[in-house]
């Protein structure tokens, strides 16, 4: 995924520093008075450290809650399909990361000695698993796989690495072999459940990258054939392991918000890869790339085709460009619905599984959207701008999701109530309403202030407390792709994977699991159909069928 690419180049890696309360943070949201202002936030912070708001805001100290291995676990046989961006950061999670990527971390670490990404890799999880078996249709991503999977140690090029795996040109081979038990599919959308179906069929677990599946009739047969074979399924949204957000659920749960009626969630890019525009990788070219096994057999092709042509979608997708080997759309395939869920199934599916976890709203009632290819004018078919009203009249409530990737303007998950509202992501705060009922004795008196945050959630504090150092803050703020759990850092994904692999081991259902995965697909699927269509989806439960409503 681009979106886990961007951030994991951006990570510094550093681990926030806990000992420090400074007065960065408040000075950075006023304007720079000198010793006024610190003068300023002196009295303030003396003022809340001695409030007592246990009466109206009342949580539990309770670390977050994750599936832990058990010592004497079976080891699994792993198979991966799919080594391209996304496939290698799964790999790497589970603990199989190519000697290349260890070569340039240890340069990292030698140049910059706060960048600690290489040891906190060397410091992760052994997941008792060996991988006995790589897919990948272009000749390069595959090579790459199997030196990943003999990298039994951790090691760069220079090091000793085990038995190389078998390297599979059709992942059908894969899955009937006899020395893999389960499977990471890491491709592109528009093979997701195909490859998820035929997996649970051949007796494989089932790890697959979100979003479920390319077209909702397909999102019935794959929930269908998990369920009839009962392998453990779990959909890669690796936010399910971060500890903010069940910081979040227990704060909803706890009323503490009001009654929350609007959400906000938002995607914000601004470069070429972060709008899928990404690299063209030497030695790609028909003889390296199987071309007929990445646009998909020809019935698949025609079920699409028809699926469109019955809401009147043809002229998005082309069969024709489909024929043509093109190393734009091999590696760029995100821009185009011929192999693409648009900003809907790749973007928006996090915010909306995040809003689930927390809340468990399900498939909304309704999806308006609108939206265009607006910036990138390069002959992508899927917009680049994207605005979608979900209601969830049952909820009283309506969430609100935007994105473009022309802009990087920073806007994080906000949780509206009457009381207060709540910003999550790897931080959480909460700022309290003025026009509280709840809160209006502790508003009056001065306890709790109003124009700034009063709550500050920092995973791998030992305590939360409104004054959080600025160095805490923005490691925070900036370290999207990883949570801590005991004080220790992990990567969120590699939980995500050992969570699946536990579950497996331990006859247990992973949190994301195919019921949570049929709602994300349906509720993205809504979305797009929305789009394409200028008009509203509507949702009903009874029969489980997105129902047209009329053209706006």
């Not at 080997?325 to 648009?342: N, Q």
């Not at 009922?437 to 008196?445: E, F, N």
Request: charged fraction near 25%; proline fraction near 4%; aromatic fraction near 10%.
């Amino acid at each position: 995924m681009a979106e886990e690419k961007n951030k994991q180049s951006n990570e510094q890696g550093q681990q926030p520093d806990k000992g420090r309360r400074d007065a960065l943070k408040t000075l950075a949201t006023v304007p720079v008075l000198g010793a006024m202002a610190y003068g300023v936030y002196q009295k303030r912070k003396d003022a809340l450290r001695d409030r007592n708001i246990s009466d109206v805001f009342s949580l539990s100290n309770r670390q977050a809650s994750f599936l832990e291995p058990q010592p004497d676990g079976k080891q699994i046989r792993i198979g991966i399909i799919g080594f391209g961006i996304r496939g290698k950061q799964l790999l790497r999670a589970a603990g199989f990361a190519e000697p290349s990527w260890i070569d340039d971390r240890i340069r990292d670490a030698k140049n910059n000695k706060n960048d600690s990404r290489y040891q906190q890799y060397l410091e992760q999880d052994d997941l008792n698993i060996v991988v006995n078996g790589v897919c990948d249709i272009f000749d390069v991503y595959g090579d790459a796989a199997v030196l990943a999977g003999a990298n039994i140690h951790r090691e760069g090029s220079n090091g000793k690495f085990g038995k190389e795996p078998k390297r599979y040109r059709y992942y059908q081979e894969l899955l009937a072999a006899d020395d893999i038990d389960a499977v990471i599919i890491a491709t592109p959308d528009h093979w997701h459940s195909t490859m998820a179906m035929d997996a649970a069929r051949a007796g494989k677990h089932v790890y697959v990258e979100k979003p479920l599946s390319w077209t909702v009739p397909e999102t019935y047969r794959v929930r269908e054939v998990i369920k009839q074979t009962g392998v453990v399924f779990q959909l890669g949204h690796q936010g399910r392991q971060t500890d903010c957000y069940q910081k979040a659920e227990e704060i909803i749960g706890n009323g503490l918000l009001g009654n929350v009626n609007l959400i906000e969630v938002c995607t914000n890019r601004n470069s070429p890869n972060g709008a899928w525009v990404y690299d063209i990788i030497e030695g790609a070219n028909p003889t390296t790339i199987d071309w007929r096994q990445f646009e998909g057999p020809e019935e698949r092709v025609k079920e699409y085709m028809d699926y469109m042509k019955t809401y009147g979608l043809e002229r998005y997708v082309g069969p024709e460009e489909r024929h043509k080997f093109s190393l734009e759309r091999f590696f760029r395939w995100r821009c185009w619905w011929d192999y693409s869920t648009g900003l809907s199934g790749d973007l928006l599916t996090h915010e909306y599984d995040a809003v689930n976890q927390i809340m468990h709203v399900g498939i909304p009632h309704s999806a308006t959207s609108s939206g265009g290819v607006y910036f990138f004018k390069d002959g992508r078919t899927v917009p680049d701008v994207l605005q979608t009203t979900f209601e969830f009249p049952k909820n009283n409530m309506t969430m609100l999701y935007s994105a473009t990737l022309a802009s990087s303007r920073n806007r994080g998950k906000v949780f509206m109530g009457t009381d207060a509202s709540m910003e999550v992501s790897n931080i959480l705060e909460v700022s309290v309403d003025r026009d509280s009922q709840r809160y209006a004795q502790k508003i009056q008196q001065g306890v709790i202030p109003t124009d700034a945050p009063f709550y500050s959630y920092v995973p791998g504090q030992n305590s939360s407390d409104t004054v959080t150092s600025a160095t805490e803050l923005y490691f925070a703020k900036r370290g999207l792709l990883y949570t801590y759990v005991n004080g220790k850092r992990y990567d969120t994904t590699h939980l995500h994977i050992r969570e699946w692999l536990e579950c497996i081991r331990q006859g247990k259902t992973p949190s994301c699991g195919i019921d949570q995965a049929f709602e994300e697909a349906m509720t993205a699927h809504m979305g797009t159909r929305a789009y394409l269509e200028g008009r509203t989806m509507y949702w009903d439960p009874d029969k489980e069928e997105i129902v047209r409503g009329e053209i706006v």
